[in-house]
């Protein structure tokens, strides 16, 4: 009697994950006890794991700008769905973002390697909002008056992550931003002006040096 039992148990579990594979949306991870010949229960118990293969959808909007202090850089983008193949509507669990003095494009648009050697951005937003809100994180402490390249990526609950932000995988449009230089360029000097015979002027100066 144990004996058929057990089989119609492995039957059973068959059934059910081969049932729940044609739609893709869980495991079943089932264990049938070693000792089901001698178990006196007539009760199973399964365990039912959500199945996430979908990663999130990746943000196509990443926008950098200069804030009121001079070191910092304030990036926004819209929050995405946590699922690119059937939104839900669910917000993503975490995002990643990493900057750069230097763009993608200079690696012949190498994402990857990009990514692998691009400074990690500390301190990114740490409850992620529901799909189609603004996100906003500041970065700190960057050098005065230096270009920096952005790229953002979201991670779900499985953990599966997103593909790099759409504007990093484009040429030539990766978002990023010039941190404030609060000094001036040297003066002006060396400026002459010339009498045209038409009696109209031209002006010469030496070029301006940034400081």
């Known amino acids: 009697m144990y004996a058929k039992r057990a089989t119609k148990i492995n039957k059973l579990f068959r059934t059910l994950a081969g ?4 739609h893709g949306l869980f495991a079943f991870m089932g264990h049938i006890l070693p000792e089901v010949k001698a178990a006196s229960s007539q009760n199973i118990t399964f365990t039912v794991v959500p199945l996430d293969p979908y990663k999130p959808v990746a943000i196509t909007d990443l926008s950098v ?3 009121m ?3 910092q850089l304030l990036l926004s983008w819209t929050a995405p769905d946590e699922d690119n193949a059937y939104a839900q509507g669910l917000s993503v669990q975490s995002y990643e973002v990493r900057y750069a003095t230097y763009s993608i494009d200079t690696l012949a648009g190498d994402t990857t390697a990009w990514w692998n050697a691009a400074t990690v951005a500390p301190n990114p937003p740490s409850v992620p ?5 603004v996100e906003m994180m500041v970065v700190n402490n960057l050098p005065l008056g230096i270009r920096h390249w952005f790229a953002v990526k ?11 932000d759409t504007l990093a995988s484009t040429p030539g449009a990766q978002a990023n931003g010039i941190t404030r230089d ?3 360029p040297a003066p002006v000097a060396g400026m002459t002006a010339v009498t045209n015979p038409d009696s109209s002027f031209s002006v010469d100066w030496s070029e301006v040096v940034l400081n």
């Open 154 to 164: 979201s991670v779900d609950e499985r953990p599966n992550t997103s593909d790099i």
């Open 65 to 67: 700008m200069q804030t």
């Open 129 to 133: 909002q529901a799909p189609g809100n």
């Open 69 to 71: 202090t001079d070191d």
């Open 182 to 184: 609060p000094s001036p």
């Open 19 to 22: 049932l729940v594979a044609m």
